[in-house]
């Protein structure tokens, strides 16, 4: 019942930016925490960032000072703005979102269909 959408995906040159958006939409309770996984040609996903309801952020040391996580409650909708970009950030990252009840217990766990992000000169 819960729909995630992901977009900004593209091809960009190495040192350039891009922001990725995901929406959550549907039958939504609340909304802890919000993230960003990826999967690069040949290697595992691994989480890029995530955002928690009372804005505690955390990063995977290879985004580290490139990366931002942000979100915007009233839409339902998180963020990635991606700086500096490199090729070894090429990969299809996919949105998190989980779902929570009143007492913080996970009543749902969502991903996209993921975007695709190729950094390439």
């Known amino acids: 019942q819960v729909h995630v959408v992901e977009s900004g995906g593209g091809l960009v040159q190495p040192g350039g930016s891009l922001r990725l958006s995901c929406a959550a939409s549907?039958?939504?309770?609340?909304?802890?925490?919000m993230g960003w996984s990826r999967q690069a040609p040949g290697k595992e996903r691994e989480l890029v960032a995530r955002?928690?309801?009372?804005?505690?952020?955390d990063y995977a040391d290879s985004v580290k000072g490139r990366f931002t996580i942000s979100r915007d409650n009233a839409k339902n909708t998180v963020y990635l703005q991606m700086n500096s970009l490199e090729p070894e950030d090429t990969a299809v990252y996919y949105c998190?979102?989980?779902?929570?009840?009143?007492?913080?217990?996970?009543?749902?766990?969502?991903w996209g269909q993921g975007t695709q992000v190729t950094v390439s000169s």
């Open positions: 998190n979102v989980l779902l929570q009840d009143n007492y913080r217990r996970t009543i749902g766990n969502y």
């Open positions: 549907g039958s939504i309770f609340s909304i802890d925490t």
């Open positions: 955002v928690t309801s009372d804005g505690f952020t």
